[in-house]
């Protein structure tokens, strides 16, 4: 069994029984054994089944292009992944997978009625979409119906699993995986749901600023060990209270450490040393007011200026006062770009 990140060519999986190649076969889908499809009606794996999609009784429904799971039934009444099927609608790729999974991670199963394999995974993906409460959403493609699909998209073998989020792929499974590892696999790829809450929390600050403070606030009291929170908390601060902001982004690792490190150098921009030599007091001293009243682009211009004077001063200060603002506005940020090669210079000559 095999387990794919984004950026890692995908091989043939072959080690499951009714596992079989995908090529062209007069515009068909082959299997690799026929004798394991499975023509039979109600030979499915045990239970009652539902066939897919829409409108039949149970509570596993097809609707438009993704699989739908309505959890009012009692208990779960699983699809049938076999010949007997009633033929799926076609799925809008573009629609029901790429721009859905700019809003929710998306898992696409690509399967066949007759491929064994398929039908022990498929039923458990569909109660793993149940369980995830509306997390991410499943979507089922049949590859006899569109063949196409399982062209474009390289599937080599089935079943074969991917997830999608922000409009592209980001990982992927060949093989009918037990449920602890597939339960693995989805708890790799999922985001935490604490990022979209404080991602729509960041997007109010960068609409209404220092308003929604309270809610930020909020957040970060119930969600303490969450340090993207205190690190948004922290830059928020900053100014105003400088230590606060220290104590917030205090052992800050992983993917967050530099932007840590960048409010420390940024409360020391705030609580400058009053004895600062005369050459760096004017440059210094600008770049302090201009930060505290939220001009950036003044604030890194003064910075760059004194690091042209002395980029060393103070635990190289003007330097690292210079790169936390460029990496605040992002280095593709016009402002950014315009002060890049003078601090470059400045930090060179």
């Known amino acids: 069994m095999m387990i794919r990140s984004l950026g890692e060519r995908r091989d043939p999986v072959g080690e499951l029984q009714g596992h079989r190649e995908i090529g062209e076969r007069e515009g068909a889908l082959q299997p ?36 739908h ?25 573009e629609s029901a997978v790429i721009q859905r999974s700019r809003e929710i991670p998306v898992v696409v199963d690509f399967m066949a009625d007759w491929c064994a394999p398929c039908r022990v995974l498929g039923p ?81 600050w960068e609409a209404v600023g220092s308003g929604i403070r309270d809610e930020l606030e909020r957040f970060v009291a119930a969600h303490p060990d969450y340090a993207p929170a205190r690190l948004l908390l922290a830059q928020s601060v900053v100014g105003e209270d400088p230590a606060r902001a220290r104590g917030l982004v205090e052992g800050a690792g992983g993917d967050i450490e530099a932007l840590g490190q960048d409010v420390t150098s940024l409360a020391d921009l705030v609580e400058l040393p009053g004895n600062l030599p005369e050459r760096l007091a004017g440059p210094l001293g600008a770049a302090r007011e201009a930060f505290l009243r939220h001009d950036l682009d003044a604030a890194l211009g003064h910075l760059v200026d004194a690091a042209m004077v002395d980029f060393r001063f103070f635990d190289e200060l003007p330097r690292r006062g210079a790169v936390a603002l460029m990496r605040i506005l992002g280095h593709d940020h016009e402002i950014s770009r315009r002060y890049e090669r003078r601090l470059s210079m400045a930090l060179h000559a």
């Not at 026929?34 to 596993?60: K, R, S, T, Y």
């Not at 799971?69 to 076999?82: A, K, N």
């Not at 390289?154 to 590892?181: K, Y």
């Open 32 to 67: 690799q054994n026929p004798l394991l499809i499975d023509e039979a009606p109600g030979g499915d794996l045990g239970g009652e089944g539902v066939a897919l999609p829409g409108g039949q009784p149970g509570n596993v429904t097809a609707a438009g292009d993704a699989l």
């Open 69 to 93: 799971v309505d959890e009012s039934h009692h208990p779960p009444i699983l699809p049938r992944y076999h010949g007997s099927m009633t033929p799926r609608p076609p799925v809008d790729f």
């Open 124 to 204: 458990l993906l569909v109660r793993l979409a149940a369980e995830s409460k509306g997390r991410w959403e499943l979507v089922v493609i049949d590859t006899e119906a569109q063949p196409e699909l399982a062209r474009d998209s390289g599937i080599a073998s089935l079943p074969t699993v991917m997830m999608f989020r922000q409009g592209r792929e980001v990982s992927a499974f060949g093989g009918s995986l037990p449920r602890d590892e597939v339960e693995r696999w989805l708890k790799t790829q999922l985001p935490d749901p604490r990022e979209d809450l404080l991602a729509s929390i960041a997007a109010k």
